[in-house]
């Protein structure tokens, strides 16, 4: 019997294929990366035909490296880089428009339009999200009435929307299915997260057909079969999930109060709450954790921009570093006695500010302000930034809440710099633990296809096999961890443009 699993990780930057084994373990993997596409400032954008062909191609070369065939696979999971939009025509299958990506700032305008409006409580008790350019509907908009003769063929039945996840399963059918999962569909702001349905209201709102939107099903499940044609025989897909939802399952963190927090490009840091959607009074998000059987469990998400993305800065943007890993030796011998901050705002701040229009801060620079300094502040407004991030978890959930967290699961390629994940420890005054499988992401996605498939164990059993490669327990003295956040909140207060932040 089959007992392998595919997994397709759909990133910003690029796309990964990983063949997991019967003990999830993950035996192949291959990667590629894609154009990204900047039209403007502001503006990020994919080609859906490079994405598609990087699915394909990785695909085929993880199933060659594990020496497996179609055959040999029990299930395809997905796990893709959520809110980001592709309208197709379903007549054709090709895209109207390239996809706008997540980072996409371009409706802002819309967005403040729509605060300004009143919406934002509705919008916020139906989606738990809050007005911003991040999520999809107002992308979803632009491409209708920017793309000649999308509207009038969208209200015609013509037209798919789908996020990324949605569109490489109709790509993978070859048209047979057009849905998406709900953590996914939680990441629109056209979805009641409640209701676990479309909300007609919003739709009116947004200007945005009913008939554009996929069905929205259970995270683990049965989304169809692979075309028979990609692989040498059809795979069936039974489970999608948003990257950052799939990195809360790798991380085995199915009870409430259990947190993790992922630093690739960005930060996004994740506390389940049960079935409990709490609403955020301090700026954070109300996301599906995932669906089982048609029972939603929520999180509580901070969703932050900029975090390796300052080390690429230094590294590829001033050219003070060769590489990432350099610079957490940098900091090492940095100066303790120079309080340098960077507020990595370089695309507005994300959670819990929500101010697209502030830019990036260096402060406390001196004359004796050295490459080590700067990278040193680099690494650390990842750990500062996650503080804001838990205490505002902390502030929703209430100190009586018996899930409030106190150990933090870290992943994502930041993770690797132990001097970074100390400093962070240190920040929160909370272990941070690093697992074994740094492929968080892909293994979430792994179990909820194999679990789907009935060829891995039961939540519980996959819980209890997951273990820490390495904890980091604080150790810096409480008077430092205070002066230095005070710090950080300082440089923050000066790089707000809006405090107190509209969205948009
Ligand atoms: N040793 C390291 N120290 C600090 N940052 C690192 C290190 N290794 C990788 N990074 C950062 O991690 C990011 C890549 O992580 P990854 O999880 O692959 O991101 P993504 O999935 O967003 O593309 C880069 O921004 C890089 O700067
Ligand atoms: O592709 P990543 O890993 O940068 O994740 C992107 C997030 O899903 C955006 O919300």
Not at 245 to 266: D, E, I, N, W
Not at 415 to 430: C, R
Request: with cysteine.
């Amino acid at each position: 019997m089959a007992r392998h699993t595919l997994v397709i990780d759909q990133g910003t930057t690029s796309t990964r294929s990983i063949v997991f084994d019967g003990a999830v373990s993950p035996v192949a993997t291959a990667q590629q990366e894609f154009p990204q596409i900047y039209p403007r400032p502001g503006w990020v954008e994919h080609d859906p035909e490079a994405i598609w062909d990087s699915v394909v191609a990785t695909d085929r070369e993880a199933l060659a490296q594990a020496g497996l065939a179609a055959r040999d696979i029990a299930a395809l999971g997905i796990a893709n880089q959520r809110e980001t939009v592709v309208i197709w025509d379903r007549r054709t299958g090709r895209a109207i428009h390239n996809a706008i990506v997540w980072q996409d700032r371009r409706t802002a305008g819309a967005c403040e339009r729509l605060e300004q409006l009143g919406y934002g409580g509705l919008i916020a008790a139906r989606t738990g999200l809050l007005i911003d350019p991040y999520f999809s509907a107002t992308k979803i908009a632009w491409l209708l009435e920017t793309v000649d003769g999308a509207r009038a063929a969208a209200e015609a039945g013509h037209l798919a929307f789908g996020t990324i996840d949605s569109y490489l399963l109709w790509r993978l059918t070859e048209g047979a299915v057009h849905a998406t999962d709900a953590t996914n569909a939680s990441r629109t702001l056209l979805f009641d997260i409640r209701r676990g349905a479309w909300d007609e209201e919003l739709l009116a709102l947004f200007g945005i057909p009913a008939a554009l939107l996929p069905e929205v099903r259970d995270t683990a499940g049965m989304f169809g079969d692979t075309a028979a044609g990609l692989f040498g025989g059809p795979i069936g897909i039974r489970g999608i999930a948003g990257d950052q939802q799939a990195a809360l399952v790798g991380q085995a963190c199915f009870r409430p109060g259990m947190v993790k927090s992922t630093y690739g490009t960005g930060c996004f840091a994740l506390l389940n709450t049960g079935r409990q959607a709490i609403a955020s009074r301090h700026r954070l998000v109300t996301t599906i954790a995932y669906q089982l059987d048609g029972a939603r469990t929520y999180a509580l998400e901070g969703s932050i921009f900029v975090a390796g993305a300052a080390v690429q800065w230094l590294r590829d943007g001033l050219g003070l570093i060769a590489s990432a890993a350099e610079a957490g030796a940098l900091a090492a011998e940095s100066d303790p006695g120079q309080p340098v901050y960077m507020v990595p705002a370089f695309v507005g701040l994300g959670a819990p500010h929500w101010d697209s229009a502030a830019r990036a801060l260096l402060t406390g620079l001196t004359r004796g302000t050295t490459r080590k300094e700067l990278a040193r502040a680099a690494l650390e407004c990842a750990a500062y930034q996650t503080r804001d991030l838990l205490d505002a978890m902390q502030a929703d959930t209430g100190s009586g809440w018996a899930g409030a967290p106190t150990v933090v699961r870290v992943d994502g390629g930041m993770s690797a710099s132990d001097w970074t994940m100390q400093f962070l420890a240190d920040i929160l005054a909370a272990p941070v633990d690093r697992p074994a499988c740094l492929e968080t992401t892909a293994l979430g996605a792994a179990y909820l296809a194999g679990m789907a498939a009935g060829v891995y164990p039961d939540p519980e059993t996959f819980a209890a096999a997951w273990t820490a490669e390495r904890r980091f327990a604080p150790s810096m003295r409480a008077a430092e961890r205070a002066e230095k956040y005070r710090g950080w909140q300082d440089a923050v207060a000066r790089t707000l443009l809006r405090p107190g932040g509209a969205g948009g």
